[in-house]
């Protein structure tokens, strides 16, 4: 049997395949009054990295200065669906760089609508709740390894330990000239 021949992956088609991403498409909010929601229908790798950097620094600074947002399951979902579309369509262009109670208005705005849950392809809705659960396994992982490293440490004697028995292996090795 002829083996088939191999068709490299060429440079030309990596760009076509990278624009195409970028690519907006159009959601119709109302047809009568022709209002169109532009958005990615293919999220790109880069753009949901740049949306999960913004969500855990978000977390964060709720975190540090105690500000009791995200306190529950529901409210870190509609928070991810929020950055959706703040970062996967043209909506995103009027909300950059904004703090976390700044997104806090745009999220009640927006769930009034019922947008969240309308717009994306659920296949690429799917990729960010992915890339969140890795983050958070990662996390996970990041804080036991600190937990064994503090309890390592813990183990090790301090300074002064370590100089009172240096001082006492002197005095012994004195002791036995």
């Known amino acids: 049997m002829a083996k088939k021949k191999q068709n490299e992956l060429q440079l030309d088609s990596i760009v076509k395949q990278s624009e195409q991403i970028d690519e ?3 959601y119709v909010v109302d047809k009568e009054k022709n209002i169109v929601i532009k958005y990615n229908k293919e999220f790109s790798e880069i753009k949901i ?3 999960m ?3 855990f620094s978000h977390i964060m600074y709720d975190v ?3 500000k009791g947002f995200f306190v529950d399951d529901e409210t870190f979902m509609i928070y991810i669906n929020f950055l959706m579309i703040k970062h996967f369509s043209h909506l995103g262009g009027s909300m950059k760089n904004n703090t976390l109670e700044e997104n806090v208005v745009y999220i009640e705005h927006l769930g009034k609508t019922g947008y969240f849950n309308e717009i994306f392809e659920p296949k690429e809705v799917a990729k960010v ?3 969140v659960r890795e983050r ?3 996390v996970e992982k990041i804080k036991d390894a600190e937990i064994d490293l503090m ?3 813990q183990k090790i004697p301090s300074k002064n330990k370590i100089d009172e028995m240096i001082e006492e292996a002197v005095k012994l090795q004195a002791k036995s000239k």
Request: net charge negative; charged share 30%; hydrophobic share 40%.
């Open 24 to 26: 907006l498409s159009t």
């Open 49 to 51: 990295g740049e949306m």
């Open 53 to 55: 950097n913004e969500l």
């Open 64 to 66: 540090e200065n105690k």
């Open 129 to 131: 709740f992915e890339m």
């Open 136 to 138: 958070a396994e990662m």
């Open 151 to 153: 309890n390592q440490a």
